[in-house]
């Protein structure tokens, strides 16, 4: 089946750009979480939804950092005015909750680079 | 969340069996323990979680000891695919509808599949 989908894979902007990053959870999964990987780290925690409400944004390291999820299905990340420690790689993934299961499911990734 | 502490790498022969430990000696009653694993340049993917007791699927075991302040993945027949970095995380399992369930990666353990 289709499993977390996210695009780009890949963006490069230049410092001062806006940018969108969407991502496609698993069909049905009522939670949503973003993650930031920089390199050589491990994904850190950035906000969750379940379903359109985003009930923790604690993550996000700064004003400039906004996430939405509208209709409780597709999730945009948007970066505005980047920065050269925006470079990361950008993850999403989903969980159904259903029967107690809360194990996430991760997409690949967007590889950010901010020149 | 309690805090895990892991090797920061291994080496496994191909077709043997590969043991990753991880120390999570302040983790609660309430707390599981879970396993992933993130290939280069993919998301992560979830491989096992445990309370107490011992648990197997089709990917790997987990054997979490009596006092659950120390836990061991174990790949039976480790190949060269399954050379990727190794992420134990406590926190809570289940699903209660409340509060954000995100994931609190450390560093993992690097493990390389030796031909």
């Known amino acids: 089946g289709a499993g977390v989908s996210q695009s780009p894979r890949y963006k490069v902007a230049k410092r001062g750009q806006d940018v969108a990053l969407r991502c496609d959870p698993i069909?049905?999964?009522?939670?949503l979480f973003w993650y930031q990987q920089a390199l050589g780290q491990g994904p850190e925690f950035l906000t969750y939804?379940?379903?359109?409400?985003?009930?923790?944004k604690s993550g996000l390291p700064s004003d400039r950092f906004f996430a939405e999820r509208p209709e409780g299905s597709v999730s945009t990340l948007k970066i505005q005015r980047t920065q050269q420690e925006d470079s990361a790689v950008y993850l999403c993934?989903?969980?159904?909750?259903?029967?107690?299961?809360?194990?996430?499911?991760f997409g690949p990734g967007t590889r950010l680079t901010v020149t | 969340d309690a805090k895990t502490t892991q090797p920061t790498s291994m080496d496994c022969a191909e077709g043997r069996a590969a043991n990753l430990p991880c120390n999570h000696s302040t983790i609660s009653g309430n707390e599981y323990v879970y396993w992933y694993r993130q290939i280069h340049s993919q998301g992560p993917q979830y491989i096992i979680h445990g309370l107490k007791n011992n648990e197997t699927n089709e990917m790997a075991s987990l054997i979490i000891t009596e006092d659950r302040k120390s836990s061991t993945l174990i790949l039976p027949h480790a190949t060269l695919r399954d050379t990727a970095v190794y992420y134990c995380?406590?926190?809570?399992?289940?699903?209660?509808?409340?509060?954000?369930?995100?994931?609190?990666f450390g560093k993992g353990t690097k493990l390389s599949v030796i031909p």
């Open positions: 993934a989903s969980s159904s909750n259903r029967g107690g299961r809360n194990e996430q499911y």
């Open positions: 995380i406590v926190r809570v399992g289940g699903y209660s509808g409340a509060g954000s369930y995100q994931l609190t």
């Open positions: 939804f379940q379903n359109e409400a985003q009930l923790d």
């Open positions: 069909s049905g999964h009522v939670s």
